[in-house]
């Protein structure tokens, strides 16, 4: 089954940097794209970044664009999200997706919180 599993979140001053991972396994990592979604309190979920299946594309939403790198290595079957200059509105639990057909998979997120 897909699993996805996130890990590298936690409390960072702002301005600070935090690096994501998303360790995928049951499917075809470099067959398929890969997305970083957020939540934050009382928001809807956004997507943040994408990355193509080769890793030779990218898309951010432009509220990181120029702050967040999304990248992945296809023989670790992982995915990143490097965060730098932190502010308090990036605070959110932050998810890895991956869309397989019709259907969406997520981790369980991961908390990032921007706070001095």
């Known amino acids: 089954q897909v699993q996805l599993v996130e890990s590298g979140g936690g409390l960072v001053q702002p301005g600070g940097s935090v690096r994501l991972s998303c360790i995928a396994s049951?499917?075809?990592?470099?067959?398929?794209?890969m997305n970083w979604y957020r939540q934050a309190p009382g928001k809807e979920r956004e997507l943040v970044a994408t990355?193509?299946?080769?890793?030779?594309?990218?898309g951010y939403a432009d509220s990181v664009k120029d702050r967040f790198t999304i990248s992945r290595d296809n023989a670790k079957n992982t995915v990143y999200l490097q965060m730098n200059s932190l502010k308090p509105e990036d605070t959110a639990v932050y998810y890895c997706?991956?869309?397989?057909?019709?259907?969406?998979?997520w981790g369980q997120g991961t908390q990032v919180t921007v706070s001095s």
């Open positions: 990355v193509t299946s080769d890793g030779g594309g990218t």
């Open positions: 997706n991956v869309i397989l057909g019709w259907s969406y998979y």
């Open positions: 049951g499917f075809t990592f470099s067959r398929y794209g």
